[in-house]
C-alpha cells in the first residue's frame, strides 16, 4: 500500500494551497480518507476526514471554513483544498486511510506546507 502526497510548500498568510493523496495497492472506496497534520513540538492531529461516500466529512475546529476535504474514488485520490492559511497551520500534513471494518490504518509519508511571509 502507498499513499503519496503532494501539493505542499511555501505560502504567505493568507494565501491557499492545494494537497493532493495518490493511493494504490489497496480498493481505495472501501476506506475512510483523512488528513493529519504534526507542527514543530505539537501532537498529531486530525485535520480533515472523509466518509467511503464522500458524503460525510469532519473538520478539526481551528480549520472549519477555510479547509475542504475530497476525494475521487476513480482516481483513487483525496484533497485538501486549504484557504486563508495562518502561521499556526505550518506542519507536515499526512494522508491516512483507514477501513471502517478492521481499523487498520495506512499512512502517507506527509509533506510538508509553512506558511510564513
Known amino acids: 500500500v502507498q499513499l503519496v502526497e503532494s501539493g505542499g510548500g511555501l505560502v504567505q498568510p493568507g494565501g491557499s494551497l492545494r494537497l493532493s493523496c495518490a493511493a494504490s495497492g489497496l480498493t481505495f472506496s472501501w476506506y475512510n480518507m483523512s488528513w493529519y497534520r504534526q507542527g514543530p513540538g505539537n501532537e498529531r492531529e486530525m485535520v480533515a476526514s472523509?466518509?467511503?461516500?464522500?458524503?460525510?466529512?469532519s473538520y478539526a475546529d481551528s480549520v472549519k471554513g477555510r479547509f475542504t476535504i475530497s476525494r475521487d474514488n476513480d482516481k483513487k485520490t483525496v484533497a485538501l483544498q486549504m484557504n486563508s492559511l495562518k502561521r499556526e497551520d505550518t506542519a507536515v500534513y499526512l494522508c491516512q486511510a483507514m477501513s471502517p471494518g478492521t481499523g487498520r490504518a495506512y499512512w502517507g509519508q506527509g509533506i510538508q506546507v509553512t506558511v510564513s511571509s
Open positions: 472523509i466518509s467511503i461516500s464522500g458524503v460525510s466529512t
